[in-house]
């Protein structure tokens, strides 16, 4: 079985194996923001004053090969989950050098921005050799009244 990298909700990342339906993923780009407000003073220079966090940007690209590794049918399962518009729970693991073997860190609720796609090397068959992949994920901080829970079935 492949190891598992990170989680999406249902949507897992593996390390590419032959025979296996395992995308993996080649680079994470994390964009936090933060926002400050100019406030106007008299005779000085502006003042900021910091009103909290802003977005936080996760970008996640890789590549699969689909005549090797599979992994199709997970852009599909992004692309629904994007439409179903719901939050998801992010997770990222790592491999222990002790024998308990994984831990992983709970990078937050997320929702699906863009699921971008680029199908490279077409064969005879109309099937793409190698499918590069960007996923674009946004946090999710839900309203306290509301009660959304991400999804999480890890």
Known sequence: MPT???????????V????????GFEALMRDTTYTWVPQGRLNKPLA?????????????SGRLFPHQFGGISTI???????KAGKPLLLLRYYELLNPTGMAGDVLGS?????????ENKIGTSGMAHRIEFELELSAYS?????????INFA
């Open 4 to 14: 598992a990298l990170m989680s999406l909700g249902t949507n897992k990342f593996y």
């Open 16 to 23: 590419p194996l032959p025979d296996y339906d395992t995308p």
């Open 48 to 60: 900021m004053q910091y009103t909290g966090p802003g977005d936080d940007v996760i970008l996640i």
């Open 76 to 82: 599909a399962n992004l692309r629904n989950a994007g």
């Open 110 to 118: 997320y929702i699906i921005r863009r699921v971008r796609t680029l």
């Open 142 to 150: 839900p309203d306290i009244e509301s009660g959304d829970q991400p």
